[in-house]
């Protein structure tokens, strides 16, 4: 059974840090790109940020290349976000999902192959 289990979220101040952490089992971690994929009422599914299985590429959407940090580790079957200048606007639930074939013709949609619960960031003073 796969399984992506996200942990790290919670409550921070506007300019404040948070690191998320998603422990996947149940499929070959190693062969699957891994993205961050964040959820909000007002703005729906947004794409954070995917680490490529292959060599280790990393995407991010514009407005938080510059302030979080996506990694993986194979041996541990872990996935991570680092996110620094925490803004009111990063406020979410933020979700890990696995894909064999991913592309950002998927990045803003539910077509990825797993998901996980979900881990709520709050971002407010």
């Known amino acids: 059974e796969v399984q992506l289990v996200e942990s790290g979220g919670g409550l921070v101040q506007p300019g404040g840090s948070l690191s998320l952490s998603c422990a996947a089992s149940?499929?070959?971690?190693?062969?699957?790109?891994m993205s961050w994929v964040r959820q909000t009422p007002g703005r729906g599914l947004e794409w954070v940020s995917t680490?490529?299985?292959?060599?280790?590429?990393?995407y991010y959407a514009e407005s938080m290349k510059d302030r979080f940090t996506i990694s993986r580790d194979n041996a541990k079957s872990t996935l991570y976000l680092q996110m620094n200048s925490l803004k009111s606007e990063d406020t979410a639930v933020y979700y890990c999902?696995?894909?064999?074939?991913?592309?950002?013709?998927?990045?803003?949609?539910?077509?990825?192959?797993?998901w996980g619960q979900g881990t709520q960031v709050t971002v407010s003073s």
């Open positions: 149940g499929f070959s971690f190693d062969g699957y790109a």
């Open positions: 999902a696995a894909d064999r074939d991913w592309n950002y013709n998927i990045a803003n949609s539910q077509d990825y192959d797993s």
């Open positions: 680490v490529s299985w292959s060599d280790g590429s990393t």
